[in-house]
């Protein structure tokens, strides 16, 4: 235990010396860590080919969110050509001020994530044109992006469309709707004390003070630099139906990449081969005149996101040694023997799924791990599963995007142009739930039990399990 306490000690003050002192890159940090843990399993008996495989098949299981990231960098560049952001912006500058933009824009996220089940559907198409309409109204980037972010993961999380929301209790035991029902209790009142703050947040920037002068030069120059029409919104609009009616997310973005490049020909005069060969690859350059508009619109491309799958490769890297090598599995294990209590279970279990965010940086993992290693815990104190699933749900998935060098952490980073530790203070539901859930944990509130019958099948169905794996290593 010594040993993985030194590996997870030397990963956190690699990162503290890289981000704090000598404000490097991250990537060398995680290889360097995923190397001095690779030299830990070795010393362990590890086989080197065993643990590569372990960093292959961890980087695998993320290939979707490389693939994911590289679309939506064409998605941004091909958009910002077509007219389809900066006619988003446009609008967005006609119907908000500045007072509600925070609430509005949190609940507005909140319905298309709802609606997709896809934090990062809804971050990469409303998202990215709420950012251009917070910069204009004067709204600071990273509050901006924190309501946005906080509206995406209250939907990601309550959706039956979204992935983890079918996981949780998948690992738990539970069933889905079951699960859905009983996150309402600790993700309502978040959201709602998520609201209060925005609200007053907003108010600092809205009322008689507020200028407005930024607004009205950007809603210019936008219908100066592009032919605005309402035309231009339903390719927003049809990505989000694309996802609602279960299109998978790569061909509904590529989908929405080629409605980027028809609009940018018909409705902005660009040149096909030009857009299809350079904006898709270096994403769109501005060239208004005005600093404030070409700084907002240049952006996307398929090179715009190496930097950030180069650091969730190596992030990948180091889960990928940790996990091979049990070092996850048996840390689990070490903080299960401090669950003394209902309330001390729920916040090891939160705890657990935190770090397995930093430290193998990826979300699915922080849910599957404490999944796994906390269920018959959660049983033996006779709590249904569907209270393992609403932490797993609470902890794992809303704290990803807290994380730099996490795949959600880096994809919303990219995509809304905010750097992870500065919109993380301002993520309050992703803040704010797990504390709900710690609450309701040693309070006892919403923790339901099992009946005694409920127990008793639990445990012959556990018997079974372990008949028919004896059976099977026979």
């Not at 209060?196 to 200028?211: F, P, Q, T």
């Not at 609009?237 to 279960?246: E, G, P, W, Y």
Request: with cysteine; charged share 10%.
């Amino acid at each position: 235990m010594w040993q993985i306490l030194l590996v997870l000690l030397f990963l956190m003050l690699t990162l503290v010396w890289t981000i704090l002192i000598t404000a490097g890159y991250v990537h060398i940090a995680l290889i360097i860590s995923a190397a001095f843990a690779t030299i830990i399993a070795i010393l362990n008996g590890f086989k080197w080919a065993y643990l590569e495989k372990g960093i292959i098949t961890n980087i695998g299981r993320s290939m979707q969110a490389i693939l994911i990231l590289f679309t939506v960098g064409i998605l941004i560049g091909t958009w910002i050509a077509g007219g389809i952001v900066p006619a988003m912006i446009y609008y967005g500058l006609m119907i908000m001020s500045p007072g509600i933009y925070l609430v509005a824009t949190c609940l507005i996220c909140c319905i298309v994530s709802l609606a997709t089940g896809s934090s990062w559907t809804t971050a990469g198409t409303v998202g990215i044109a709420l950012i251009g309409v917070g910069a204009g109204l004067g709204i600071p980037l990273p509050m901006a992006a924190g309501a946005i972010i906080s509206g995406a993961y209250f939907g990601d999380k309550m959706s039956p469309l979204s992935d983890t929301t079918n996981l949780a209790p998948a690992m738990a035991g539970s069933t889905l709707f079951e699960h859905v029902r009983h996150m309402i209790k600790t993700t309502g009142p978040s959201l709602i004390i998520a609201l209060i703050i925005y609200g007053v947040l907003g108010m600092g920037h809205g009322g008689e003070n507020a200028d407005m002068s930024q607004v009205d030069t950007l809603m210019s120059v936008m219908v100066e630099n592009f032919n605005i029409t309402p035309i231009l919104l339903i390719p927003p609009v049809l990505v989000i139906l694309m996802v609602v009616f279960k299109v998978p997310a790569i061909p509904g973005l590529l989908g929405g990449v080629v409605l980027g490049v028809l609009c940018a020909v018909a409705f902005q005069g660009a040149d096909l081969g030009e857009v299809v060969t350079l904006t898709a690859y270096d994403g769109f350059v501005s060239e208004t005149g005005n600093e404030f508009a070409d700084n907002l619109l240049t952006r996307g491309g398929f090179s715009s996101m190496y930097y950030s799958i180069g650091l969730i490769i190596c992030a990948l890297s180091i889960g990928g040694v940790l996990d091979s090598s049990n070092m996850l599995k048996i840390f689990c294990e070490y903080l299960l023997k401090f669950a003394k209590n209902t309330g001390s279970l729920v916040l090891i279990t939160i705890v657990t799924c935190i770090l397995v965010n930093i430290a193998a940086s990826d979300q699915y993992l922080s849910i599957v791990l404490p999944g796994r290693m906390y269920k018959e815990a959660f049983e033996d104190r006779k709590l249904k599963n569907k209270n393992l699933s609403r932490v797993l749900e609470d902890s794992g998935t809303l704290s990803s995007p807290l994380v730099p060098w996490n795949t959600c952490g880096t994809y919303q980073s990219t995509t809304l142009g905010v750097p992870t530790v500065e919109y993380a203070p301002y993520c309050f539901l992703n803040i704010i739930n797990p504390f709900v859930s710690l609450f309701y944990g040693f309070t006892g509130i919403t923790m339901e039990k099992m009946t005694d019958e409920e127990y008793e099948e639990v445990l012959r169905q556990r018997a079974l399990d372990a008949e028919l794996a004896a059976k099977t290593m026979s």
